[in-house]
């Protein structure tokens, strides 16, 4: 049964019908106004100088090919100035009034409402902008060629573009509609993106200073494009970004719709309308402000980086009741840079989710700090540190950690670390749900037990490991270990008691973790060079431990990698690949262990090879070379050769994988049939004995010592253990990559420093400990970090010119050793400090020999400028891609309309 019509209702009105009318007025203003943009000449203009200014920008500036990073920052970061400048431009025309011109005026008579008219406008200047934007093609094609990106990323970032010049556009409309004179409309879109642009910038609030203003505008900039932009560009779609853009594009086309419905209607603009608009702009900004407070997202990079780690939601679910998290944030912003303001939202999200993550258990307090305040001592006293910056201010961003008794604290949260974020704040947490702490030996003729308290210099790395555990330092000519170890690292421990090797042999057999590392060139420890161990058929040295385990030390030779080496810069300041320095990445990296399986990749320096029994299927081969592209060098050549000569010496033997890193489970034998019948040092086979050793110091830990109880009875001795099923044993043929030089870079932050990580080799190190520990539960969150992206296509060339001059450049790096021995033979032989002290006869002759030397050097110059020399091409090849491929883009585009409109026109006039 149908319901009686109401008087003066239309019978032919159907719901949505004004809508359905409102969007086809929309559509055929925005096809008219894109025929008239694309068949423009000076849109082809507009086209070819925004990818131009685009690409100059990032080539020519910042020369995007010398930063050796496979990613789209560098555009994302000039495109907002670009935009800011040409979308003004595109637009100014949109509601000008030039004489000789009816088409607005004619547009303006059509029975359309105000709202389709700007609507369509803004839509077919939108189109011509993406479109524009979908001409940086050639930068696409140019980052994926020379690298692996995150694709992830890249879409995002794409899309943060896309909404950005959207927003720019419509923006740029609602000043055109402002002013029917085209300049004026320009100049007014001009300023209205500038200050846009600039409030999502840092040198807005540090302009105004400190007070309403600075802080108001500081306030502002979740508004600004430029700020989502940003965030988006990290790799996620946050809807509080989309919602953001949406209305800052809704509300510049109400504006522009509102000015053009009073010009129709001849308004004059009056002081009225003046306060109608500040009142409607405040309103806006009002719920701008609001959006930014929306949480949903969706991460698309790689590793999913802003998603919650599986561990770290069960860490947030297995916390006690109880645990209070005090976070510490300056009050006052205005000084602080925005991407530190950035982090700390991250930071205060992050502990909110975990928070929310773990049902109630988990209580989140949040303190704004300013100086001399009672928040500020706590603060302090805790441990949270102030941090001062270059303009002399200072600022606040740490958290304290309470449980019972029990209490952490991250003094600073460094936006350095901000890939390890997650990490540290699980690791808090799941400290003070830890009954215990594990405890671990560090044995190391590198260390003295008064390192338990102090920090050894170089070795940074060691103290993220005190922060974790109980580190206990054993002197390395102890008798034997202490009790209570859960895990022993053994560094470069090449002579020890036979008693501390059974010792370290019972720890393995009691089904602790045990993990060594050697190193037959150490460059951070030249005191090791004296001695080397090699496995023999007695228990003399760890090797034969290590053997009789089933991981063979090979310490006599380097290994070398072509396909792994590492950037360096050789004798006359250039950069090469070195292949003793082993850079292994993933393809290099077990994904069969938890140890290395999230790993990116590692930094070794000259290592050494293990031979693991291939039918041990225990045994894992952590890190290994390539099969086709690695081979050794005798270590003793590395004593006096340079890095040039090395390089020209190596030949990769190939045949098989060499092993670097090796990881055994079990089970095990023991080494020994019971306790040493002697307590003496061990006699490890050796060129010669060091100079001097050191006076036996006692064990230090880094938990608080107990007093000695002197009338404590003397041990019993403990049963001889003869196997074990089950234990973690690792052995790493390399010591040099626990040192900074090899893993970490120096941050200053004010009067502080704090490390940065340049590689995996930090989080490698903390997850052989929690492995060996029993306690791998947070290895996958600290692994999952994204390491930088390089250029792998230069580095793969410039090792390809390295192997194909190598031959060439070998000879004439021995001719110039040649001649260069031959000089200094004459000094040597004479007694003379240089060549001048020389007789006459003798100095003729060095004379003749350094200009035999001059044309073997500049043959050796010539021959390495042709490595390189493919290199620069390919820069400069794609330098002229991306000048000219967007232009060129443009104009085949323009070209393509050219012709679709002549066709369009000739078909028209044609008899049909």
Known sequence: MTAPLQDGADPNHRPGAALGQWLADTLTIARHEARQLFYSSLTL????????????????????????????????????????????????RAFAESPGDRGLELMMSLPVPSSAIVAGKWLAGTLVLLLTLAMTAPFVFTVGYLG???????????????LLVAVFYAMAIQAAAFSKDHVVAYVSGLAALTALLLIGW????????????????????????????????????????????????????????????????????????????????????????????????????????FTLHKETRAVAVAAPEGIEIDFYYSEDETKIPARIRQHAKRVRNLLHEIAGQAGGRIKVVEHRTSEDTEVEENASAAGVRRIPMSSGDSFILGAVFRHADRQGVIPYFDEERAELLEYD???????????????????????????????????????????NYDVAIIPH?????????????????????????????????????????????????????????????????????????????????????????????????RQLNYPFWLRAKRSALSSRHPVTASLNELLFSEAGGIDIDASNKSAVALVETTEDRSGVLPRDEFKEANTDKLVADFKPSGGKARVIAAAIAGPYESAFHGPPPEDGPSEPSKDEEPAASSEPEPTQSTEKATP?????????????????????????????????????????VGKHSVMRPLNDNAAFLINLAEYATGN?????????????????????????????????????VERIASVEGAIAKVLETTGAKSAEQLPDALLTETRDLRTKLLPFRRELRRIRRSMREDVEVLGLRLTLLNLFGGPLLALLFAAFMWKLRRRRCLAAVSPK
């Open 45 to 92: 203009i507009f086209q070819v100088w925004f990818l131009l200014a685009l690409a100059i920008c990032i080539f020519l500036v910042a020369d995007f090919y010398t930063t050796d990073l496979a990613t789209f920052d560098l555009q994302w970061t000039f495109l907002p100035w670009v935009a800011l400048v040409m979308a003004p431009a595109l637009a100014m």
């Open 148 to 162: 692996n990106p995150d694709w992830g990323i890249a879409t995002t970032g794409y899309l943060g573009a896309a």
């Open 202 to 305: 840092d040198t807005a609030a540090k302009v105004l200073g400190t007070g309403p203003a600075a802080e108001f505008v500081s306030s502002l900039i979740t508004i600004s494009p430029k700020y989502w932009l940003d965030r988006m560009a990290q790799g996620r779609i946050e809807l509080a970004a989309v919602a953001t853009m949406l209305l800052l594009i809704a509300a510049a086309l109400a504006g522009a719709t509102w000015m053009i419905e009073r010009r129709r209607m001849a308004q004059p603009t009056d002081l009225q309308t003046w306060a109608l608009g500040f009142l409607a702009v405040l309103g806006a900004v009002i719920l701008l402000s609001g959006t930014a407070r929306l949480p949903l997202s969706l991460d698309l990079t790689a590793a999913q980086e």
């Open 425 to 467: 704040l699980a690791l808090a947490i799941n400290a003070l749900g830890r009954k215990t702490t594990p405890r671990i030996g560090l044995l190391s003729p590198l260390l003295r037990s008064s390192n338990a308290q102090i920090p050894r210099e170089g070795l940074a790395m060691l103290e993220d490991l005190k922060r």
């Open 477 to 573: 000519f102890s008798d034997e270990l202490p009790d209570g170890l859960d895990a022993l690292i053994v560094i470069d421990a090449r002579i020890l008691k036979r008693s501390m090797l059974y010792s370290i042999d019972q720890h393995l057999m009691a089904g602790r973790g045990l993990i060594v590392m050697l190193d037959p060139y150490p460059r951070f420890n030249r005191a090791g060079l004296a001695v080397k161990p090699n496995p023999g058929g007695e228990i003399n040295d760890i090797t034969d431990l290590l053997a009789k385990y089933g991981a063979r030390y090979r310490g006599d030779e380097v290994v070398g990698d072509v396909a792994l080496a590492a950037l360096v810069t050789g004798s006359d300041g």
């Open 708 to 748: 000695p109880n002197e009338t404590e009875p003397p041990k019993k001795p403990k049963a001889h253990i003869p196997d074990t099923k089950a234990a973690g044993l690792f052995v790493v043929a390399d010591a040099d990559w626990l040192f900074d030089p090899m893993a970490l870079q120096a941050v200053s």
């Open 776 to 812: 791998p539960r947070l290895i996958g969150i600290r692994s999952r970090s994204a390491l930088r992206r390089p250029f792998t296509r230069v580095a793969d060339m410039l090792k390809e010119a390295q192997a194909r001059y190598r031959s060439q450049e070998a000879d004439y």
